[in-house]
């Protein structure tokens, strides 16, 4: 069975300082990972997708096979980065289009 | 946003009563999952749909039932709601192809059983 699992459930950063959120999965084929983010009172909305390699509001985010980890990474935190952040895993092929989440942390960036 | 609305946003109803939740689409997507939101348990699949009338059970199904008569719409119910069913839910959607395997989130509807 797949699994994702994000360790913090909370994370407290100051603005400027360098933010990683910690994404591990199992699973025994080539998964499709994503992020995604929940500001507050607001709809999940996604981040970004390793197969699309980009960068995203200065997020990135590297799928890494030997580690089974998708750690999400920005270098300098801003306010406006707190939120609840969700990992999910799309196992591949065939139409399952299902996701697994994991349980998400929430990110603080003090002032 | 995608077009995803859901209704009733807020519901408070009591234990033992049916509720259902609607979930509604405009952008043709054929996928429609109904998920349950935690604290502590992040997001958990209810139910999903793969096309009208075609239906199949998420890890968290139980005392919980969909139907999806029209492409559109996508309903949740809960036959007999009980406190542990106190939460937030949300309707996504996502479409077929390679490109499109992202899902789209509604705004979620909270529900709270006393």
């Known amino acids: 069975a797949q699994r994702v699992t994000q360790p913090e459930k909370l994370l407290s950063v100051f603005k400027g300082a360098p933010v990683e959120l910690k994404c591990n999965y199992s699973?025994?084929?080539?998964?499709?990972l994503f992020w995604y983010v929940q500001y507050s009172r607001q709809r999940l909305q996604l981040l970004l997708r390793?197969?699309s390699r980009e960068s995203i509001k200065g997020f990135t985010a590297d799928l890494n096979k030997g580690e089974t980890s998708f750690h999400l990474k920005k270098p300098f935190a801003q306010e406006e980065d707190s939120a609840m952040y969700y990992c999910?895993?799309?196992?591949?092929?065939?139409?399952?289009?299902?996701?697994?989440f994991g349980k998400g942390t929430l990110l603080t960036v003090n002032p | 946003d995608a077009g995803i609305t859901q209704s009733p946003r807020h519901k408070v109803t009591e234990t033992g009563t049916p509720v259902t939740l609607r979930c509604h689409q405009t952008?043709?997507?054929?996928?429609m999952y109904w998920y349950r939101q935690d604290p502590g348990h992040g997001l958990r699949l209810i139910h999903y749909?793969?096309?009208?009338?075609?239906?199949d059970k998420g890890e968290v199904s139980d005392g919980y039932s969909v139907s999806r008569s029209k492409t559109e719409d996508f309903l949740l119910t809960l036959e007999s709601a009980t406190s542990s069913q106190t939460s937030v839910y949300f309707c996504?959607?996502?479409?077929?192809?390679?490109?499109?395997?992202?899902?789209?989130f509604g705004p979620g509807t909270r529900l709270t059983v006393t």
């Open positions: 999910a895993l799309r196992s591949s092929g065939g139409s399952n289009y299902k996701l697994t």
């Open positions: 952008e043709n997507h054929r996928y």
């Open positions: 390793h197969i």
């Open positions: 699973y025994s084929g080539s998964p499709e």
């Open positions: 996504a959607i996502s479409g077929p192809g390679q490109g499109n395997t992202q899902q789209y």
């Open positions: 749909s793969y096309g009208v009338k075609d239906t």
